[in-house]
């Protein structure tokens, strides 16, 4: 029998379970509502107060308010903030009931269970937690189970309500652990296969709702006056106590949480805070770049829709240094010719795990054992806070190649080249391009002539005031013809996809400062820049900046006539890779390295390489195997009239059917829900029998309820018993 407080320990586990990795995204706020509300309800929810349902509403409100971006949460916590909620008032339901497994409400576990699975599906895509994949099947496993057990629990109170609680055989046991294992494998086959849409669906609604937020780097102040101490240099160039000002600016730092969406009006002020710094070793590579514009990318966005442009939402996966087939400490994606190739290196403040890989475009080549990738070259990796790290890229601007003799669209992913619909659009057409391009143009002139006229008929500007509340895009195409970088930016993806030609719009950084006597290019706030990329047969993707030069950051780097403006920050992210080296040795006597190991000897295996269609074979033998167990045992649910359900967990035995036929063929039908002791009274009341059957209801309650093993040479002994009174008092058994 399950114990009485079973349910409330499990819940309670799940749910600070699921605090500890809000906990780890950074937010305590959620787990320390929790924990108040925790108290509050074990305080006033007993019995049937009506103080409970206040609890159990403010208390899940407040938790799942404490994990979203309106409490400077990061965006996607939002997701584990829901379940949270979800066990709070399963919490809750357990407090009020008396004893709990007997009216426990059981529809709150069924949720509970698929929130459960939301967890898991996060765990094992990597999506917030750059776990070790091993140590994601194990907390994801854990999570699963103890939403079984809690599932288990709330079907044997159903159960036990009704009256149907028998105590399980071994057969009934192994038929259970089918169905589990079963469910666990194809839970683990649908995480590997991009099926689960709806987690994906919800994430992109997470990273909408943190527009009103600020960046996810602002919220951390703790940290950052704690390094502004130890920083001997007098200056913090990451200080951004006064984020709110650009809380509205796309592609400031780390953009990925963002929407590439525009205001109807705006006002930036943009702060000279250092974000990162950009080197370039070899030294004929920064000849070749020095007095052009550099263009540091974070991520790319390529599709249209609803008024803003997403990222692709494609199944990513980790890339290995192995997969080229040269073990050199180098992750490779792509070749160019030598003289494109710029190696670099960068120096990113406060990066977030599993943020974008800033880099110059075109990225070939990570320095480092794997890094993960996704739609729209969107890159990442596990390290997180101060970070140094080292690429290579072929940045390729439109300034390069406009001189060649022939360009043509490139044959890219359809979503690129998907023109957008309405009026503003029909515009563009109509108005705009109509009157700037002609029918015979090649496509190097309609490209020189869209250049032409947004150097003419458009102005750079952080102001947009749009008197007259019109659609952001229209407003700066046809009225106001002001706006800054992303409004050429997205103005300029449109016009592409406009004459045939994919496009995209490319978030980071621009032009930067300088410093001769460090080699170091600094990217600050300021900096932050956003841009048009087409896609071009023969050279891919191509920088194509609309804004007119020497505007914003559409401009070369500043030289800087004072080198000690910005310090020493090098020393400050050789000390935090000392620090992470130092830690990472620590970590190779742990059992976490040991997992990390085991996963790369597991995925050398042979049956790694089909594990998708051993698992779908194992969950259909599982699944097989439970089914001929239920038809071996012929269970069936009959409805009857009053609308009830009775479950025969196997069908009935022999003598019971010829008893109840024996009497039901006279007129004495047993009645829905009468046990067979009533039903002999009622026949003893009716002078229908006297003490004839006693032995056989012993042996009944005997065997159902107490305990007793069945004998065939008994039951075949009460079946002629049941003839031979039929025979004598003149009936025949139906």
């Avoid at 590997?192 to 600020?214: D, F």
Wanted: with cysteine; aromatic share 10%.
């Amino acid at each position: 029998m399950i114990g009485s407080r079973t349910p409330l320990v499990l819940v309670t586990l799940l749910l600070f379970g699921s605090g500890a990795l809000l906990l780890l995204l950074g937010n305590a706020l959620a787990i320390l509502v929790a924990f108040v509300a925790v108290l509050a309800s074990s305080l006033f929810c007993g019995g049937t107060s009506s103080r409970s349902a206040w609890v159990c509403s403010l208390g899940a409100i407040g938790i799942f308010l404490a994990g979203t971006p309106l409490a400077g949460a990061a965006p996607e916590g939002i997701l584990i903030s829901a379940v949270m909620a979800l066990y709070f008032v399963c919490f809750v339901q357990q407090l009020k009931v008396t004893p709990p497994d007997a009216t426990s409400p059981t529809g709150p576990y069924t949720l509970t269970f698929y929130g459960t699975l939301l967890l898991a599906y996060l765990l094992l895509q990597n999506r917030l937690f750059h776990f070790p994949f091993v140590l994601a099947i194990f907390l994801a496993s854990i999570f699963i189970l103890l939403s079984l057990a809690l599932w288990e629990v709330g079907r044997r109170s159903r159960l036990a309500q009704a009256g149907q609680l028998e105590n399980p055989t071994l057969p009934d046991w192994l038929s259970r652990a089918c169905v589990l294992a079963a469910l666990l494998l194809a839970t683990f086959l649908l995480f590997r296969l991009p099926l689960p849409w709806m987690a994906n669906n919800t994430l992109n609604m997470a990273r909408e709702l943190n527009l009103t937020a600020s960046p996810p780097s602002s919220h951390d102040k703790s940290r950052r006056n704690k390094e502004r101490t130890e920083w001997n240099s007098g200056s913090d160039p990451l200080d951004t106590s006064n984020d709110a000002s650009n809380e509205n600016q796309e592609g400031a730092g780390d953009t990925s949480w963002s929407r590439g969406s525009l205001p109807k009006t705006a006002n930036l002020e943009l702060r000279d805070l250092a974000r990162l710094h950009l080197e370039l070793p070899d030294q004929e590579h920064a000849n070749h770049v020095f007095g052009t514009t550099l263009y540091v990318r974070a991520h790319t966005l390529g599709i249209y829709g609803k008024g803003g442009w997403e990222r692709a939402e494609q199944q990513g996966r980790w890339i290995s240094d192995e997969e080229d087939g040269i073990q050199d400490g180098w992750v490779t994606f792509g070749q160019a010719p030598p003289d494109q190739v710029i190696h670099q290196r960068l120096y990113l403040y406060h990066h977030l795990t599993g943020g974008g890989l800033l880099s110059l475009t075109n990225t070939l080549a990570f320095k480092g054992p794997q890094v993960f990738r996704q739609g729209d070259d969107f890159l990442s990796f596990r390290q997180g806070g101060d970070v140094t790290y080292d690429l290579v890229s072929a940045p390729i601007h439109y300034e390069d190649i406009v001189k060649e003799n022939v360009l043509e669209p490139g044959d890219a992913p359809n979503h690129f080249s998907q023109k957008a619909q309405g009026v503003t659009f029909r515009d563009i057409d109509n108005l705009l391009l109509g009157r700037a391009l002609k029918g015979d143009m090649t496509l190097k002139q309609m490209l020189r002539s869209i250049r032409q006229l947004f150097e003419s008929e458009f102005t750079y500007s952080l102001r947009i005031d749009n008197p007259d509340n019109r659609d952001p895009l229209a407003n700066f195409l046809f009225h106001e013809k002001a706006g800054y970088c992303d409004f050429f930016a997205q103005a300029g993806a449109h016009i592409l996809r406009a004459v045939g030609v994919p496009s995209r719009v490319a978030y980071g950084y621009a032009g930067g400062v300088y410093d001769p006597t460090q080699d170091l290019y600094t990217f600050r706030e300021s900096d932050a820049h956003s841009w048009t990329e087409m896609f071009l047969k023969e050279y891919g993707w191509v920088i194509f900046d609309l804004v007119p030069v020497g505007e914003g950051s559409h401009r070369a780097a500043e030289i800087s006539q004072n080198g000690q403006e910005i310090g020493d920050p090098i020393r400050r992210f050789k000390e935090a890779e000392e620090a992470r080296k130092r830690r990472a040795g620590e970590s190779n006597q742990t059992s976490l390295s040991l997992m990390t190991d085991w996963e790369g000897w597991f995925e050398g295996l042979w049956v790694a390489r089909y594990l998708d269609t051993l698992l779908g074979i194992a969950v259909l033998g599982l699944l097989l195997a439970y089914a001929v167990r239920r038809w071996r045992l012929r269970g069936t649910i009959e409805q009857e009239g009053d609308g009830s359900s009775i479950a025969l967990r196997s069908e009935p035995p022999g003598y019971l059917k010829d008893f109840c036929a024996l009497f039901g063929n006279r007129g004495y039908r047993r009645a829905p829900g009468q046990t067979l002791r009533e039903y002999m009274t009622h026949l003893k009341e009716s002078a229908q029998i006297r003490d004839e059957f006693e032995h056989l209801l012993e042996y009944h309650y005997s065997t159902n309820y107490e305990g007793g093993s069945r004998s065939k040479s008994r039951e075949s002994g009460f079946r002629r018993e049941i003839r031979d009174f039929a025979a004598s008092s003149g009936l025949q058994r139906g």
